[in-house]
């Protein structure tokens, strides 16, 4: 049987040209090639037993039919599908009017308007239906004109009683039998459909398994966005990574994407966006989104388009993937690096330095060393000793600095309570045998009960560190010097301020005072080491250090740390 159908197929469109069809479309070419054999062989048959009978009256009309459906035939192996089933039906249908008109209507040929008509609606198909409506509306005009009028093109031809009775029994099978084949070759259609449609089903169930499984399996969640009602469907995955619940996010319009996106990515992702949509390029973003907490989040935002034929966007769908882990990281990594080419530059700068401080003082105390044993007088001696203890005592509070350089870069933050006030007064006392420290008034007017929670150690470096340098730098011209620190909290800051009036800095140079080994000129005092600390250990404190001066009039150094609530005024 397999063999016999292939055979037909191929005999009615060729064996290239049947490969190339779709399923249904050469399902109904191989219908008609059928029924395009049925009517040449009725055909045939009825020639013959017409001439058997020496009724030669119908012969023409079945001749013709013969003739149409082999030209029918012709027309389907080219591929002209449409044509062959119209040049079949309508000379069909007229030939069945003008054989109506002819013969009484006992015969039953009216039976083949309405397998002509099932005819019309099985070939061509939904797709093609307003063909078959064409038809249709043809069957029923004619069969208006030979039922209802009395318009002949031939005389009728006399019948007997045996004759009508055999017409409308062949009438009957032969119609019967042809509508037959057309519903049930519908009722194939229709149980190949429902085939494939399960086929399709569970493919489609399946890999929306396999798609949902993937998206699970990922760190992303789907958007699909409707152009037409600017709706953008967020998959529960997304609404839980915005800190959501499942149902309370599903559908946004685009103003809440625009609210939710950081103001410093808006406009790159508007951009992106808009890009993509009229342009075709690549929709990829990294930006961020705000939770519901108001906390923000990065994503990396990627998505692809459907255009229509005119260019016109339709939707687009998307992922975005919580990559805020990837960014900390990232900003970890920047920020160990700029720490790693700071460190590196300093240290250039650092043993530059370093060698010839150190070497300096040494070298110097070689050559009172060598003045002191060409020497006999006590009084030069002692002179000489007195100079070298200033030398060892500069080169000491040298080391002193590198050390707390040293110790700032590589111990973590201990905090602890620390009393300003008392912190101070240890200061004070371990400053009073500084050079000039007794020329100095030095006030502390920090409130006794000011408490801040802080590395002890290294506030006191940076305070001393001030202090020092107030005293360094006192104005020898002035009849009395002072120095003064007062301190508040204010805004979980406490705010210290170290207040002189020395020599004062030229405004010029005030930007450059915290700088490794900065020295104003070649009659600065110290290592220029001393407020780069102070700098460097106030930042590691998460706070800052400013400086307010004028040249000859003072300085007012200002030192913010977090701390405490409470509230004291500056005195």
Not at 209 to 217: C, N, P, Q, T
Not at 253 to 262: A, C, E, G, M, T
Not at 345 to 357: G, I, K
Not at 427 to 450: G, R, S
Request: proline share 2%.
């Amino acid at each position: 049987m397999e063999p016999l159908k292939l055979w037909l197929e191929n005999f009615y469109l060729g064996k290239g040209k049947r490969l190339q069809l779709l399923v249904e479309e050469r399902q109904r070419a191989v219908l008609t090639g059928h029924l395009l054999l049925l009517a040449l062989f009725t055909c045939v048959f009825y020639t013959f037993l017409e001439i058997g009978i020496g009724n030669l009256f119908y012969v023409p009309f079945y001749t013709t039919i013969i003739l149409i459906s082999v030209g029918s035939l012709l027309f389907l192996r080219f591929g002209w599908f449409r044509l062959a089933k119209l040049t079949f039906l309508i000379p069909i249908v007229t030939i069945v009017a003008i054989f109506t008109s002819l013969e009484k209507h006992e015969t039953g040929l009216y039976m083949y308007f309405i397998a002509c008509s099932l005819c019309a609606f099985t070939l061509f198909g939904y797709s093609q239906k307003s063909y078959a409506v064409f038809v249709v509306l043809y069957i029923l005009v004619l069969f208006g004109i030979t039922y209802l009028t009395d318009i002949r093109l031939f005389e009728p031809v006399p019948m007997t009683e045996e004759y009508i009775r055999s017409s409308f029994i062949s009438n009957f099978l032969i119609s019967t039998l042809t509508s037959v084949v057309m519903i049930y070759y519908l009722m194939l259609l229709d149980r190949r459909s429902k085939k494939r449609l399960v086929v399709a089903a569970d493919k489609l169930k399946e890999s929306r398994k396999r798609f949902e499984l993937a998206v699970l399996g990922s760190n992303g969640g789907i958007w699909d966005w409707n152009a037409g009602t600017r709706r953008i469907f967020l998959s529960p995955k997304i609404a839980i990574m915005l800190g959501y619940r499942i149902n309370e996010l599903q559908y946004v319009d685009d103003d809440w994407i625009v609210k939710n996106i950081h103001p410093d990515d808006l406009e790159d992702f508007t951009n992106t966006f808009v890009n993509h949509v009229k342009e075709k390029t690549l929709f990829s973003i990294e930006c961020r989104f705000r939770r519901k907490n108001g906390e923000y989040l990065w994503v990396y935002d990627t998505g692809h388009a459907e255009w229509n034929s005119d260019g016109k966007v339709l939707r687009m769908v998307g992922t975005i993937t919580d990559i805020t882990k990837r960014k900390e990281a990232e900003y970890i990594l920047r920020e160990q690096k700029l720490m790693l080419e700071k460190t590196n530059n300093e240290l250039d700068r650092f043993v530059y330095s370093t060698s010839h401080d150190l070497r300096a003082p040494l070298s110097s105390i070689l050559g009172l060393i060598n003045i002191a044993q060409m020497s006999d007088d006590p009084k030069e001696l002692t002179s000489l000793l007195d100079m070298m203890k200033v030398r060892v005592d500069n080169l000491n509070e040298f080391i002193d600095e590198i050390i707390d350089y040293s110790r700032n870069s590589r111990l973590e933050i201990v905090k602890n309570e620390v009393r300003l006030f008392e912190l101070l007064e240890e200061i004070f006392e371990n400053l009073q045998y500084y050079e000039n420290y007794h020329k100095m008034t030095i006030k502390n007017n920090v409130p006794k009960d000011l408490v801040l929670h802080t590395d002890c150690g290294r506030l006191k470096i940076v305070l001393n560190n001030l202090l020092v340098n107030a005293i360094k730098y006192h104005n020898p011209e002035r009849e009395q010097s002072y120095v003064t620190v007062g301190a508040l909290e204010k805004d979980s800051f406490t705010v210290i301020e170290v207040e002189d009036n020395g020599i004062g800095i030229d405004e010029e140079i005030q930007p450059r005072i915290f700088d490794m080994f900065f020295r104003a000129s070649e009659k600065s005092i110290g290592s220029g080491l001393g407020l780069y600390i102070a700098r460097e250990m106030t930042e590691k404190l998460d706070g800052e250090i400013t400086v307010r001066s004028q040249k000859s009039r003072g300085s007012v150094f200002t030192v913010k740390v977090p701390a405490g609530n409470s509230e004291h005024q500056i005195a």
